[in-house]
Nanobody, 122 residues
Framework: QVHVVESGGGSVQAGGSLRLSCAAS????????MGWYRQAPGKERELVAD???????NYADSVKGRFTISRDNAKKTLYLQMNNVKPEDTAVYYC????????????????WGQGTQVTVSS
């Protein structure tokens, strides 16, 4: 099994900051890209940011300049630094780790965490 666990969510006032963490674990897993997604009530899950194994990043327009995604490959951990948060950032944030073949580098599956709630009050 591959376990993906998010942490760091909570309640914060608009303009504040949060740092989310996502730890992936499992025997002999190899991970390619990792990403953060979020889902607000009544809305579809959307990509917030992702990062390749080589460190290339991609951000949703709504979070550019405010959020920073990073990873520690040795620790198999993903981070999302959220600055200047807005009420529209309120959502459950999910971490996804793309599991790859360790030998052929082919995509196997995306492993999702359970989600962590972020609530931004105005």
């Amino acid at each position: 099994q591959v376990h993906v666990v998010e942490s760091g969510g909570g309640s914060v006032q608009a303009g504040g900051s949060l740092r989310l963490s996502c730890a992936a674990s499992g025997d002999l897993i190899c991970i390619s890209a990792m990403g953060w997604y979020r889902q607000a009530p009544g809305k579809e899950r959307e990509l917030v940011a992702d990062i390749s194994s080589g460190g290339s990043t991609n951000y949703a327009d709504s979070v550019k300049g405010r959020f920073t995604i990073s990873r520690d490959n040795a620790k198999k951990t993903l981070y999302l630094q959220m600055n200047n948060v807005k009420p529209e950032d309120t959502a459950v944030y999910y971490c996804k780790a793309d599991i790859r073949g360790c030998y052929n580098d082919r995509y196997i599956l995306g492993s999702w965490g359970q989600g962590t709630q972020v609530t931004v009050s105005s």
